[in-house]
């Protein structure tokens, strides 16, 4: 309420509680004042009621919501189902502009501010965790492969000749399939064995860079967050490459801004090379529902560049989804989810360490990788073929999502493209193997658990094999 | 709840009434067994709770919400914010699989069943608003414009050698720029003036083809939904050509499913010749928050490839809106929304005709276009050059929100390409003039405030400017 | 947000639109100072995002949600479950204090102003529905007859001889609870027949009066709306008795602010005799859940004293929801709710009687009851003995709700009392019966299903006996 | 969804995904079976996801749900606001039947369910909180102390002769007005000093029975929780007192649930002597908002006769309200509440006591309380007159909430009752004092906050007073 109706309700009700209400209600607004002030995540979370009067607030400032409104346009902001609007707050003009999705709306000013601040807020988060030179972002409502798409896109202009995309293999379809839908022609660099680690073949990159000639690259696309035993790419030297050569370079950080790792990788590489673009997940790294992601870079007029390329004017939903959550959690939350991770990444490595040795395989050495481990699957593959496969499935029905079983020898043809090998990010990895990642927001539980039904999993699979002997 | 609970609770209240209970649960299930039989949307809109009801249901069958479940991934559709998983109904995967939008999630069986069923009903609507034989659609959540890039991106894998899309020319920024980064040329064909319409200059379009050579070409690009006074393009004659020489054929359908005669062009347009494919805003047509698109077309095999050009998963939250609506309004509400409209078209036609002849200007003839009006402002534009431009921000001030103000020789550079006469769709049309739509959702009221304010606005621009005069 | 925020604001997003939103902003907080200056509810409904909006305002000015808030007494506010939280608007100290459940709350000025307004709003609705000259009410968490036992309490303290109240009768177990509950005896008062209806026979009331003694007399207990063939209390002729021999004179209204004749009754007794109270439901005159009242009345001090018996802090949940209702509704839309609700009276009347006319039976003639109608079910009986028990358990089974089917010869104890004929208001009315009611909130369709659904049910019950006699 | 849906759902998504999808759904209604089957609170807390998958199970049942009803009764559960239809998860008839507050009634299955399973889940949680042989519990939608009047009014109808209640001082209005609301006399008993305790002055009840006559004495009214120095009453020997005499005997236990002493005293004075029934709070035990209460006794059949007493069907908002936090929390959630309560209580103490002493003041000695607190201000009182009442404001004014300043010689007149000493539970208490409590749901902060505050008030006020000296 504004002053005038504080004054008149200091009639109905006494006055000294009402001035005490309205002191109360300017705390809020004290923090509002400095989210709009200095544009960061504060460092402790907002509690629900100012998160929530705070987008009822932007939710008044467009248009669709103005009580005396009339609208002769095609695009009003109407809705017909009063349970849309309200699980959007209101606000149904999305964000951006036919011209540019980081543009501000004339018809919605909320709208707008709400798109502005969560950039704004975003770029303080990607700085806190560890890439502290980071210039520009912004929040797309598409998967990290489309964004990458876009990225490409964005430099074609600026290199016509272009055709073909340097990429360190990792075997995830949908960052491959993000260089051909963009038209290009990747050009895959196998990995090469190190330790129990898949690592970037740094030499073959250099050589094709030469073979092909740079003004025939459009980029070096890489990696950082994977699955092990492949690890992060090796960001320093390819940005130090990308430099020498003047190659742009596209980075896909996927679930990399949960691992100062990763983001140590991306902020050094920048430091001594050339980064271009980096993109990351939205749901992968801030818990929120899928559909969202980061486009940041170390350049404001190449990001910018970046988001005058999408035509149309896009959902605010995951951007609203990333404010809301980074509000409440504050930059101490975060942190402190990190530090969870991470605390995670050590019991579930110890964990998986003893029950491989129980088993008799072994938890594979890839300490580069902050995030995935892998377990090698070496006896239950001497057992049978099957077991693998079947270690899988088992999983899944004993409701342990996420844990990847990884046989060998598999060969798809994805997009015209053969991967032998698929999904272990090598034509010929030594052994079968089983992942678990620990990622943002995994629980001592978790852990538990899944270690425990692993365990069962594993042992009936040896009684079965020994059943079948006899 | 399940019929042992039902039994258990006849114990505790009487048997009868809770049989009555368990009755009333069979007729909302029985609503939802239709749903999924037909996959259609229902004649009669759902009631709130049966709604709710169902999204509940497929909520509780996606592995975030498995009470026993433990994660180990990397994306396990964790939540940090309860508002959040709230207003997703705790449906976090998202829609589609790396490799293919439209595909199924394991980890994900209600959001599987909610995409599928989204596309179902969508395409469902598609038919009784018109385009009875279309073939297959599905919802994608980003803007129209960058629905049609990708429409663009999936043509250039068939068509390797094509660099120009021909594009019967409309002022609106995001449909030119889907062309420009998906890396095309547009190749943009002048409105030909027949009365006071601007309409598709079909020779120049056969000119263009013969050209620049079929197999150069990736696609024509036409539009339905315009502003007026320029009207949908001639699909019958433009499909017809495209035919003739093998060119693929994309519709800019933005805002015309609300349009029984945009829909019934792009009927006409297949039948007796080409369309690949029509993309159609959300928003625009089914009053839900801005951000998602259906890219429909009559080759079921072609729409599936570009289902998989989208390289990554997406965010349902436009699927969910859109199902939301459609089962709330259900086929005979959104049927008595388009009579509506068509009927507000007519009154907002009269009213802006009066209102013209008051003040001296008219109201343009357009017949062809069913949703877009424009009303000549020679006698402003006569009175001071900066009326007409004032006129645009009074109405703003004023919360009329979509009246578009035009005015003459407004030269525009967009992504390289000079526009003369910007937004008018013309090289030089011949009346500065203002638009008013008549689209879905309109109100009575919504008119009568326009024309009344609009009416103000205008007799205080010749006060003002007979003060000047004197 | 406050002008500070504004200002801010425009750094980010241009300043006129910023301008806009902000004088947005002051149009919903117009509302709210009309609301606050005049306590009246506001002509025209509010949408509910002003309604939220106010409801979040009133939040923030109670301690619980005050950000630097602590706690360290045994109430405080606290709330465990965040869906709890939600539900009440986070207003979580209820209205009133030990003392008085009007009083002003030290920790909660949002929840005293809620509870302060909405006495104030539902003050006007009272008058606008009839009774003009009402000097105070306040809404009360409790049964309508819980709320007349409060006011038999209140009175017991003002006459501490007095032992009976006089109520003329009527067959609803809660009002003769009521008395015997505040520990007071029930003088019952049988109605005497005019026609078919039941009236109140107000010379076995006068000569009670003179039988007891004024002042061993708490009260008269009289009831306006109610089931047909009863009909409202002869409100004007007992309130002059009442002012005669000075006894307090307490109206049950449960249902009666639906009703302009109900209303006026009041009005009228209180213009030419003696009403103490008037006491009415919210939920079946407001469409809100079960579980408030009003208590109103002409003498203010009175009133007050009824409030100040309450011992204790009570749930603002049933004045939120009143609250909600009138504002979202505006007193526009209750008056539109009450002429509906007249209009289908008419209707059911016309439908029943034709119905009546075809099963051989006839609409009672009760033209005092405003909402209640009776359809004899004479053929019925002669039918078979257990046919009108039947026919209810039928209806039931055929969800038509609110029907109510009267036998003849129905004898009950209900505390002590034996109610000869219970249920019909009358030791020996003449026919059986059943009733329909169109009370507000009933639509055309409840009364068409309604009508069908009886003529099959007394259609199959004649073929049955039909079968029967054969 | 029911079977056949699954069945239908495996033709659209993959029928393995499917299935596990369905027999998550069960994993849910397992738990719903059990809380059915048992009537208990589950011992681990129920997610949001299966609490509002079984209340809008509940919803469902109820008659204004059904899809197919029509009405045309004058209570038919219509909902004119959507947001108060939410806000009650439609739920809408409220509890109980015109006879019966827990009667089970014919329109709403669901409601009534919700009735049963809620007083069920209470008495559970009653019993593990200490008072393990509770034989039967009701919640009603009224505060503490009408409550209480409902209970005095019960046992008029037992003993009709009876004119007072014989209650042990506690200066608290609410549960004093209880006893004149219901139209009795309180005989106040002064309590007696014991060190710094005021403890019941046992041999002045003994003799009041002896003096009045037990067919006069309604009943003993005594109180558990309390403001300390005044602690709860010495309830094994009231209760023998009141077996041995035969006199009823009502225990307010406002917030004791939340304390096993207080819990312990009430199932000790059962066990051996006379309690007819208990009341406490809702909201101040079980962290949800004000409105509602717990009848509790021994005898099933006394606390029936009380739920019968109050006339009407009641509001199941708090029933509601309670559910849900119980279900959520679960047994062990609430077991760890109390524990925490516990702990924060030695914290409070400690640190009033350091805080004391470092003051010049000393932690009252009041080992029987197991809440309340009170610290000394005798050397406050001994600067100014003015400083007790000051720092009181001061409190108030930083946000400190529930620390109540209690000064000296306040005598007040309460419905005709004059307590000398007001507040302070006693005629000539020695000492100023300030309260501080630990209730539930306190938190570690709420302590340090309120130190570290309250030392600041102290300081200043001494500044203050020694600046006036000079």
């Known amino acids: 309420m504004n002053s005038e109706n504080f004054s008149i309700s200091e009639k109905i009700v006494s006055a000294s509680y009402i001035r005490q209400g309205s002191q109360a209600r300017r705390s809020h607004e004290q923090l509002i004042r400095q989210l709009l002030d200095q544009g960061k995540c504060p460092e402790e979370g907002w509690n629900e009621s100012t998160t ?11 248009s669709n919501n103005f009580l005396g409104n009339c609208g002769v346009g095609e695009r009003e902001g109407r809705v017909a189902s009063s349970l849309v609007a309200r699980r959007h707050y209101r606000l149904i003009h999305g964000i951006g502009r036919s011209g540019d999705i980081a543009a501000i709306q004339p018809k919605a000013a909320g709208s707008s501010l709400l798109n502005k601040l969560t950039n704004s807020v975003v770029l303080d988060i990607l700085k806190l965790s560890g890439v ?10 598409m998967a990290t492969g489309m964004s990458l798409t876009l990225c490409f896109l964005t430099l074609r ?33 196998e990995n090469i064995l190190e330790g129990d680690e898949l690592r970037t073949d740094l030499e073959a990159v250099n050589r094709k860079m030469q073979e092909l000639g740079a003004e025939n690259i459009l980029c070096v696309h890489s990696t950082t967050s994977c699955f092990a035993p492949r690890v992060p790419d090796r960001l320093e030297e390819l940005a130090t490459m990308c430099a020498k050569y003047d190659i742009p370079h596209v980075v896909n950080n996927a679930y990399g801004v949960q691992s100062s790792k990763c983001m140590h990788l991306i902020q050094q590489g920048a430091r001594v090379g050339r980064i271009d673009a980096f993109v990351q997940s939205l749901d992968k790294n801030f818990m929120v529902p899928v559909g969202g992601a980061i486009i940041a870079g170390f350049n404001e007029s190449f990001i910018q560049e970046i988001s005058r390329m999408y035509p149309g004017r896009a959902s605010a939903s995951p951007s609203l989804d990333v404010l809301i959550t980074l509000l409440t959690l504050g930059a101490s939350g975060y942190r402190k989810l990190l530090a969870e991770r991470k605390e995670m990444y050590t019991y579930l490595a110890q964990d998986l360490k003893s029950l491989a040795e129980a088993h008799g395989e072994r938890l594979l050495h890839t300490p580069h990788n902050p995030i995935s481990l892998a377990m090698s699957l070496d006896g239950l593959q001497a057992q049978s073929d099957k077991a693998v496969t079947q270690l899988g499935s088992m999983l899944f029905t004993r409701q342990v999502s996420g844990a990847r079983v990884v046989a060998l020898g598999n060969d798809q043809m994805v997009s015209g493209h053969m991967f032998c090998g698929f999904m272990s990010h090598s034509e010929a990895y030594p052994s079968p193997y089983l992942n678990a990642s620990s990622a943002v927001g995994i629980t001592r539980n978790d852990v538990t658990l899944c270690i425990r039904r692993l365990d069962k999993c594993l042992k009936s699979l040896k009684k079965k094999s020994m059943a079948e002997l006899k």
Chains 1, 2, 3, 4 share one sequence.
């Open 157 to 189: 202009h600026k290199r016509p000749k272009a055709r073909y995309i340097i990429w360190p293999r990792i075997d995830q379809k949908s960052c491959f399939k993000a260089m051909i839908t963009a038209g290009f022609e990747p050009v895959v660099v």
């Open 132 to 141: 502290q030179s980071v210039a520009s972002c912004f929040v797309v409502p």
């Open 52 to 62: 929530e009067l705070f987008l009822n607030e932007l939710a008044v400032m467009d």
